[in-house]
Nanobody
Framework: QVQLAESGGGLVQPGGSLRLSCAAS????????MDWYRQAPGASREFVATFANGGRPIYADSVKGRFTISRDNAKNTIYLQMNSLKSEDTAVYYC?????????WGKGTLVTISS
């Protein structure tokens, strides 16, 4: 079994920063990809960031220039550095991974942007 565990969420004021982490654990043969998604209250889950083949990061237009995805392959962990946070970034942030052809989701971590 594979588990994804997100951490780093919390309450921050507009303009602030947070860093999310997602660690994959369990029986991992090959990680095909790891990504970030989010789901705001009353909205559908949406893509946030991932790595394309070759390692180039890809971002949703709404977070370009503010969010940075990074990874530590040795730790099976990805990160999401979120700067210049806005109220519209409030959401539950989910980690998704494609591991040996199977999809896995974390339980999510809540990010609340509020003054």
């Amino acid at each position: 079994q594979v588990q994804l565990a997100e951490s780093g969420g919390g309450l921050v004021q507009p303009g602030g920063s947070l860093r999310l982490s997602c660690a994959a654990s369990g029986t991992i043969l090959m990680i095909n990809s790891m990504d970030w998604y989010r789901q705001a209250p009353g909205a559908s889950r949406e893509f946030v960031a991932t790595f394309a083949n070759g390692g180039r990061p890809i971002y949703a237009d709404s977070v370009k220039g503010r969010f940075t995805i990074s990874r530590d392959n040795a730790k099976n962990t990805i990160y999401l550095q979120m700067n210049s946070l806005k109220s519209e970034d409030t959401a539950v942030y989910y980690c998704h991974a494609l591991i040996t052809g199977k999809n896995y989701w974390g339980k999510g971590t809540l990010v609340t942007i509020s003054s």
